[in-house]
């Protein structure tokens, strides 16, 4: 008799925790800071006339997330860049910036640090998505414009390659990826649910990625996510001024440890890889078009500091 209620409790046990409906979301106090450390490693490869091209890029930032207020569903968030660097690798050479550089020749570094300790607005659901975003454009647009060594050519392609590493659609894409992770409603330990997001860069449509509720400790959940990234079957863009189109499929996968007390990230590691070909639409440049095969990996990894 006390084998059998010894063996009803523990099959009883099992199946009311794995049964029991929690609730997985941002749980943040106002007037706290929430920190992050980010590293992103990207590296492709693409064959441009039969010749092999490999670029390595890693981006990494030290971030603090200060809540200033709770609106409904939203936080109100304060957001400054704590640490900045950027290394790029193309054609067997290699530029590295950091905003801790002492060069005062290097305008990129210089940038960075100018960056550094000065707060954007930044709005987080409590699903973790980002709703809203403003004053970051406007702080490094004002940064370059007050470099008074840089000619206009040197501001425009510092513009361009801070917006393509830390512009409002790179924030949202590095940043939402990871926290976009929570369901609308309580789930039990095993269930999935799905959420619509985006990549960014040259992808551009809707990512539906499938996360599951994979495990539950005493002081953390882990939650795991996958998605298979479909061609891209959208009109032609618009790339050094000629039509492209990018023809490009592949595969996401992530695994999140979060807080149980504020669902604020660990760790997130995510890769993702895309391959295929990037057709030049025929054009007076190149009239016979051109079709580029091409392929990138990305890892990226957030840790709570």
Known sequence: MKKSFFLFSIIFFCITSF?????????????SSYKLSSTSNTSIQQQVNGQLMEIEMKVEGEIDFFVSDIIEDEYIMLVKYDKLTMENTAMERTMKYSSESE??????SKLMANMTSKA??????KNGSISHISGLEELYVNIIDSIPEASQTDKEQLLKQIEKAYGNKAFKNSFGMSTHIFPDSNVSMG??????TQLGGMFTKDLECSYVFYKNTEDHYKILGSAWIEKDKVEARKMNGMDTEFQLEGEYSSEITINKETGWIITSKSEYFMKGDIIIIP???IPDGMKIPFKLNNRGYLKSN
């Open 283 to 285: 054009n007076a440049q």
């Open 191 to 196: 269930e999935s649910w799905y959420i619509n």
């Open 103 to 108: 060069n005062e020749f290097d305008l990129m």
């Open 19 to 31: 049964s029991q409906e929690i609730d997985i979301s941002l749980k943040l106090d106002k007037g």
């Open 120 to 125: 954007f607005n930044c709005n987080m659901k």
